[in-house]
């Protein structure tokens, strides 16, 4: 007796494309965040996202509100009310220690130590050991010397090094422990033009190579057109969230500059 097998199962035919993908979730989603230091009110109440794997740029006049907004989100602000999720957990959350790498104002580097002593230091502290772990922390040093091109100044004295080079051993710092989120607290500040640019092709290479967030402060506008997003403050308050090219398209302006100097004058009119 035969046996008859029955015709295979065609799919239906139909009409709908397949679901694209849900958007990933950002890396920063704050929610009415606002803070008070001392008698007075830092940050109004602000309510943004900062999309992951990308450079965004948080820009504004100085004492405008960035170093708090940073601290409140690497979790060192006291007095922080509303919403802030940093890599899905609440701002501060002892999980995110080893995730997030803060680079502050004041480069974090001891002078009497060479730039491989200062790793090491840091090293040890992050990931304590010995026998394999003292090797791999080895690697990781080496590596982190590496990513911010110090290699041949591994063996001096960061007393002796320049201002860029100092911010780079901070930098190399905060690479150590692999971090998702990058914040860096104006980083270029008092930098030439040449080592500004170059730092700002290492924050692209770490974003591009790792896939690394970086959320990085400066108040110097022509830095805002080599970030992929801007969060542009003033007085506490965001003023634009936007790409660079679609905040000069949107204020019909030709740099950023000019688009911030419309927005403030928009914002002093209403
Ligand atoms: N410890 C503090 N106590 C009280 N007020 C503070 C304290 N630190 C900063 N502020 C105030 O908070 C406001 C925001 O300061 P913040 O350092 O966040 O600004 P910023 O935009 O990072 O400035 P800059 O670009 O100069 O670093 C300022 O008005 C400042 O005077």
């Given at each position: 007796m035969m046996n008859i097998q029955p015709p295979p199962q065609t799919p239906a035919p139909t009409s709908q494309p397949p679901e694209p993908p849900p958007?990933?979730?950002?890396a920063i989603q704050a929610t009415s965040l606002t803070t008070t230091r001392g008698t007075r009110k830092?940050?109004?109440n602000l309510t943004f996202t900062v999309p992951q794997g990308q450079i965004t740029g948080l820009l504004g006049?100085?004492?405008?509100g960035k170093s708090t907004l940073m601290r409140a989100i690497v979790g060192t602000q006291a007095r922080v009310t509303g919403t802030l999720n940093v890599l899905n957990h609440?701002?501060?959350?002892?999980?995110l220690r080893s995730r997030i790498g803060y680079v502050t104002q004041?480069?974090?580097?001891?002078?009497?130590?060479?730039v491989r002593q200062n790793l090491e230091y840091f090293a040890a502290i992050l990931s304590p050991g010995h026998g394999e772990t003292a090797t791999r922390r080895q690697e990781d040093v080496t590596r982190a010397i590496a990513e911010v091109d110090l290699t041949t100044h591994?063996?001096?004295?960061?007393?002796?090094?320049?201002g860029g080079q100092r911010n780079r051993v901070s930098l190399a710092v905060a690479l150590l422990g692999t971090p998702e989120l990058l914040v860096l607290d104006e980083?270029?500040?008092?930098?030439d033009p040449v080592l500004r640019r170059d730092l700002w092709d290492l924050f692209h290479t770490i974003a591009a190579n790792r896939g690394t967030t970086i959320l990085v402060s400066s108040h110097?506008?022509?830095?805002?057109?080599?970030?992929?997003?801007l969060l542009l403050m003033r007085e506490g308050e965001i003023l634009a969230d936007d790409t660079p090219e679609s905040l000069r398209t949107s204020t019909a302006t030709p740099t950023v500059e000019a688009a911030f100097l419309h927005l403030v004058d928009k914002a002093n009119a209403t």
């Open positions: 958007p990933p979730t950002p830092v940050l109004h006049p100085s004492g405008c609440p701002a501060g959350t002892p999980a004041d480069p974090s580097v001891y002078d009497d130590l060479t591994a063996d001096a004295l960061a007393a002796n090094l320049s980083p270029t500040v008092g930098l110097v506008m022509d830095e805002a057109e080599r970030c992929h997003r």
